[in-house]
């Protein structure tokens, strides 16, 4: 059977790049269920469009599921909603009149899944790059399948069954002695299995993260402390992570249950901006 694209990949980790496909057009469903494919085999999928305006945008993103609904009312957002559809969010550093347009403005940020702090995280992250600092301000990828594969047997097992705990707290994430949920009180955090079955692939993928994850459920501090590490450091490493140098009119699709993403830090005196979609789960994430 003909394709209606090729591909490139990325890297050896994860990753694939789409050609040869006009992102202005309305697909037909044997194109849509090649996409919904390519992305289950490959994790992430980078389009190139320069000046993808935000209908095409959105026409794109419903080919691989419900679009996510934003938490926070559009009156409790930056955005300019005369100017942006309310689905989308802008991840940017740009201020006017002294205001920020947008969210998570500056700096570095730990490898971490989107919204693991839900009851029913986002399925996966779109976005779309439209002004890049000359240098810095990459994302990195890694392989939560290849993580979970390469992890001490004596690990798996021992968090097989298991739950993490997850918390939305950039600023005080790194301090996990003593952390319990309830302590928390209006932050946002939720409880899931230390290992996923991924709902498309069937695949098991390791589900915890150096932000936003705190610590295993039914195990001493102790023990949470070091198993966590250890996943962390093995799903960090280089040969399962994919690092995207971003060029303006690149758009990336991830899929957020078997892939974190990291941010790399860059100058305060250069614009950064990009919108940002999010695809719906159908369900929690099960193990």
């Not at 305006?53 to 794109?60: A, S």
């Not at 993580?147 to 298991?162: C, K, M, N, S, Y």
């Not at 705990?165 to 309830?182: C, L, M, S, W």
């Amino acid at each position: 059977m003909a394709k209606n694209f090729d591909t490139r990949p990325l890297s050896s980790a994860l990753g694939a790049e789409i050609l040869g496909l006009d992102l202005t057009r309305t697909f037909d469903t044997a194109t849509t269920e090649e996409l919904a494919e390519a992305w289950t085999e490959n994790i992430l999928l980078l389009f190139r469009k320069p000046d993808l305006d935000q209908g095409d945008h959105l026409r794109l993103a419903a080919c691989f599921g419900r679009i996510g609904e934003r938490p926070r009312p559009k009156e409790q957002r930056p955005e300019d909603f005369s100017k942006l559809h309310p689905a989308f969010m802008l991840i940017s550093n740009i201020r006017e009149n002294g205001k920020p347009i947008g969210s998570l403005p500056d700096g570095e940020m730990m490898f971490h899944h989107d919204t693991i702090y839900k009851k029913q995280p986002h399925l996966g992250t779109m976005l779309y790059a439209i002004e890049v600092p000359s240098t810095g301000g990459n994302t990195k990828f890694n392989n939560c399948y290849k993580a979970w594969d390469a992890l001490p047997a004596a690990i798996q097992t021992r968090v097989v069954g298991h739950k993490a705990f997850h918390a939305y707290d950039y600023e005080t994430i790194d301090h996990r002695q003593g952390v319990k949920p309830n302590a928390h009180g209006t932050l946002d955090s939720f409880w899931h299995p230390v290992v996923i079955t991924h709902p498309r692939s069937g695949r098991r993928a390791l589900y915890v993260d150096r932000l936003m994850t705190q610590r295993i459920d039914d195990l001493p501090q102790a023990e949470s402390d070091a198993i966590l590490a250890t996943m962390f450091d093995v799903a960090e490493r280089p040969e399962f992570v994919y690092e995207h140098v971003w060029t303006p009119g690149d758009l990336l699709l991830w899929d957020n249950l078997c892939s974190a993403h990291a941010r790399t830090d860059f100058s305060i005196n250069e614009r950064r901006l990009l919108r940002r979609i999010q695809i719906e789960a159908d369900a929690p994430p099960a193990a």
